[in-house]
């Protein structure tokens, strides 16, 4: 063999090595959220938010490029459902969406309750007494919205955003409001209310929500950030960044638990 097709053999070999080898090698994806704080949120013209500086940290350990987009929950769903390379978050992790998307996770995990104003004589301690007492309005791309539907709450208000349900509320065209623990600082403020105003009524829901990346991303991205997550609760990382954004909150023993990820 001459020395021309020996430099050609190895060349080719270092060609089929390459391909081989990509889809291990770094990856530029394209991540979707909402206006959802404290978890995702605008601040300063750039994304903000506990679901952001962990996948922030996540992209700089598995050494993928990441461009995070803030767009409307149903544009993001849709356009992560579709691209290669693409995801969402933080999405909360239901049964019909299990076979939809890849999963990375869980990122959080929060509980939902019923509020009311404090001077409005209200006591809700079940659905039932929120179906028959309350008047509501939400968001109409949460899944508390669908989740109450499917229990027969026939008469809530859909409203665009968290902003207009709060006015509703402080207005008092609504006695009732929905809220996770974590954001209810975050909606108060958007009417200038504060927590001494409203009391916590019958808590309904406890979820973990999760990245959800494309059906079309490569598999090996998905298994990387995934490890990569679970590398970063091994060495504190992932409970330092908590505590910094929920100082008044303890962590939920689950949300270390990323085997849940895996059901």
């Known amino acids: 063999m001459g020395r021309g097709e020996t430099r050609i053999g190895t060349l080719g070999l270092a060609l089929l090595a390459w391909l081989f080898w990509q889809p291990l090698q770094a990856a530029q994806l394209l991540l979707y959220s909402e206006e959802n704080p404290p978890l ?39 356009q992560a459902r579709q691209q290669a390379n693409s995801g969402l978050f933080s999405v909360v992790r239901l049964e019909q969406r299990d076979g939809l998307f890849q999963w990375v996770g869980p990122l959080m995990e929060t509980r939902t309750r019923f509020y009311a104003r404090r001077d409005s004589g209200l006591r809700i301690d079940s659905l039932d007494d929120a179906r028959r007492l309350g008047r509501l309005a939400l968001p109409r791309q949460w899944y508390s919205l669908e989740y109450l539907q499917g229990q027969g709450f026939d008469t809530i208000f859909t409203v665009t955003s968290p902003d207009k349900m709060m006015h509703m509320f402080k207005s008092q065209r609504i006695n009732l409001i929905v809220s996770s623990e974590i954001a209810l600082p975050y909606f108060l403020a958007l009417e200038g209310m504060s927590p001494d105003q409203i009391e ?33 609760k091994a060495d504190g990382s992932f409970t330092r960044i908590y505590q910094r954004w929920f100082s008044d909150l303890p962590l939920p023993a689950g949300l270390l638990d990323s085997r849940a990820a895996q059901r």
């Not at 916590?200 to 997550?229: E, G, K, M, Y």
């Open 40 to 78: 995702n949120f605008m601040r300063d013209g750039q994304p903000a938010g506990f679901s952001v500086e962990l996948v922030q940290l996540l992209s700089a350990r598995t050494g993928d490029a990441i461009k995070i987009e803030l767009v409307p929950w149903t544009r993001g769903y849709a």
């Open 200 to 232: 916590a009524q019958f808590s309904f829901l406890q979820h973990q929500s999760f990245l959800a990346f494309s059906q079309a991303t490569d598999p090996a991205v998905v298994a990387r950030w995934q490890q990569a997550l679970e590398a970063i």
